[in-house]
Nanobody, 128 residues
Framework: QVQLVESGGGLVQSGGSLRLSCLASGDTFSRYAMGWFRQAPGKEREFLTAISRTGITYYADSVKGRFTISRDNAKNTGYLQMNGLKPEEMATYYC??????????????????????WGQGTQVTVSS
C-alpha cells in the first residue's frame, strides 16, 4: 500500500505559479498511475491531470497549456507545475494513485473513483 503526502501549496497572486509535490512511500511508486484533483468548498472534486507509469499524460481542458504533470520514480515523487493561476482555482489540491502493476504502462485514469490512494491535500490560495 502506498501512502501519499502532498506539499508545495500556499498563497500566490493571480497569474503566478506554484509547484506541488506528491511524495509516495510504502510501495514501489513506479507501479502506480497517478493523478491530480482539486476541490473547492461546496464543489465536487475536479479532475486536473493524470500520468501513466510510463509518463503518458492527459489534461483536463481547464488546465491544458498551463499545468504540467510529471513524475520522478527514482525519487518516489510526482509533481504538478501550475502556471497562470486564477483566483477561481483556489482549492485544496490532491494527488492520487492506483496500482497498475499488471496493466498497460500507458494506462491513466481521469475519474476519482478509479483511484484508491489519496493524499491529505494541500491548500492553494490565489489572490486577485
Amino acid at each position: 500500500q502506498v501512502q501519499l503526502v502532498e506539499s508545495g501549496g500556499g498563497l500566490v497572486q493571480s497569474g503566478g505559479s506554484l509547484r506541488l509535490s506528491c511524495l509516495a512511500s510504502g510501495d514501489t511508486f513506479s507501479r502506480y498511475a497517478m493523478g491530480w484533483f482539486r476541490q473547492a468548498p461546496g464543489k465536487e472534486r475536479e479532475f486536473l491531470t493524470a500520468i501513466s507509469r510510463t509518463g503518458i499524460t492527459y489534461y483536463a481542458d481547464s488546465v491544458k497549456g498551463r499545468f504540467t504533470i510529471s513524475r520522478d520514480n527514482a525519487k518516489n515523487t510526482g509533481y504538478l507545475q501550475m502556471n497562470g493561476l486564477k483566483p477561481e482555482e483556489m482549492a485544496t489540491y490532491y494527488c492520487a494513485a492506483v496500482y497498475c502493476g499488471r496493466c498497460s504502462g500507458n494506462t491513466y485514469h481521469t475519474i476519482s473513483s478509479a483511484y484508491d490512494h489519496w493524499g491529505q491535500g494541500t491548500q492553494v490560495t490565489v489572490s486577485s
